[in-house]
């Protein structure tokens, strides 16, 4: 079956560096696949989605990119801040004809520091 | 706030207890959908609620029975629960349809079974 996986639990960087986080799947390829930015005690917040045939998808810092080939999507976050620092999901979405279904990886835990 | 309310944010029962979770979501959506959230896994969907008609039951123990008597309201009844069945509980809505909608997630109820 399908797995959603992000193998960094968690990740530490420099304010103003670029974080990049890693998503990948086993499988077959998803026809989307979404980003959600997650608080502590709060519910996942959706960030980007992008499609199987889009390479690159950005919105303001963020940027998503999809790699076929690869299996993998990366997610970027450029000139990071500590308020960036939060649990990233990763997550497929399949058309199921009534409802977007969603399988999700694990999360990294992003820590951005001064 | 994203619109999808959930209450209790925090609920404390013994095995033998019955409790009910409610979500309400102010988006107009028509698909409903619960998660569980435990520490260390990935969300998993439980069920999906479609124009009130569940679609999908995730092979979820019946202790746990959910209830969707309209397009707005959710409901997830729980009766002899397990301490296993402590968690994070997350309801969700989505325009239905297509795989591509985000999904926007309510801030969740925190479980705990003694």
């Known amino acids: 079956s399908q797995k959603i996986e992000q193998n960094s639990e968690a990740l530490n960087i420099q304010e103003g560096k670029t974080a990049t986080l890693t998503c990948n799947y086993t499988n077959y390829s998803p026809a989307y696949l979404q980003w959600y930015r997650q608080d502590p005690g709060r519910g996942p917040v959706f960030l980007l989605l992008i499609r199987e045939n889009e390479k690159e998808k950005r919105k303001e810092r963020l940027k998503v990119t999809f790699d076929t080939t690869l299996k993998q999507s990366l997610f970027h976050i450029t000139a990071s801040q500590p308020a960036d620092s939060a649990t990233y999901l990763c997550?497929?979405?399949?058309?199921?004809?009534?409802?977007?279904?969603?399988?999700f990886g694990t999360g990294t835990r992003l820590q951005v520091t001064l | 706030e994203t619109g999808v309310t959930q209450t209790p944010r925090h609920l404390v029962m013994g095995m033998t207890n019955k409790k009910s979770l409610k979500c309400e979501q102010h988006?107009?959506?028509?698909?409903m959908y619960w998660y569980k959230q435990s520490a260390k896994k990935p969300l998993e969907l439980m069920f999906v609620?479609?124009?009130?008609?569940?679609?999908e039951n995730n092979s979820v123990p019946s202790r746990f029975s959910p209830e969707c008597p309209n397009s707005s309201h959710l409901f997830l009844h729980l009766h002899t629960l397990q301490p296993e069945d402590s968690a994070l509980y997350l309801c969700a809505s989505s325009p239905t349809g297509t795989g591509y909608n985000e999904q926007f997630f309510g801030p969740g109820t925190r479980l705990t079974v003694l």
């Open positions: 997550a497929q979405s399949q058309n199921t004809g009534t409802a977007s279904k969603l399988t």
């Open positions: 988006l107009g959506h028509n698909a």
């Open positions: 609620y479609n124009f009130k008609e569940q679609t």
